[in-house]
């Protein structure tokens, strides 16, 4: 059984970072595209950032870029999203995803409703 649990989420001041990870379990993470998604209270769900398995390129959100880095750890089964210069506008619950991909195409093409999705951690930005 397909199994994504994150953690690493909590409370942050403007400026801070955290570090989210995703166990999988039930699968092997590093032949297929992850990704993460974020939604915000009263928003629409919106993603993150992907890593692919071919190659291992990233994409990101233009709102993240420079400051989120997205890596797995394949002994560990494990993807992870350093989130560096946290935003206010960062607050909301992150959500790992899997789509059985390996390109993040899924991801890109906004087409993510379905696929593997873990529960979500709860990143709060505030002073």
């Known amino acids: 059984q397909v199994q994504l649990v994150e953690s690493g989420g909590g409370l942050v001041q403007p400026g801070g970072s955290l570090r989210l990870s995703c166990a999988a379990s039930g699968f092997t993470s590093e032949y297929y595209s992850m990704s993460w998604f974020r939604q915000a209270p009263g928003k629409e769900r919106e993603g993150v950032s992907c890593?692919?398995?071919?190659?291992?390129?990233?994409y990101y959100a233009d709102f993240v870029k420079g400051r989120f880095t997205i890596s797995r750890d394949n002994t560990k089964n494990t993807v992870y999203l350093q989130m560096n210069s946290l935003k206010p506008e960062d607050t909301g619950v992150y959500y790992c995803?899997?789509?059985?991909?390996?390109?993040?195409?899924?991801?890109?093409?906004?087409?993510?409703?379905?696929?593997?999705w873990g529960q979500g951690t709860q990143v709060t930005v505030s002073s």
């Open positions: 890593i692919k398995s071919s190659d291992g390129s990233t």
């Open positions: 995803a899997t789509h059985g991909d390996t390109e993040c195409y899924y991801y890109r093409s906004g087409q993510a409703d379905f696929g593997s």
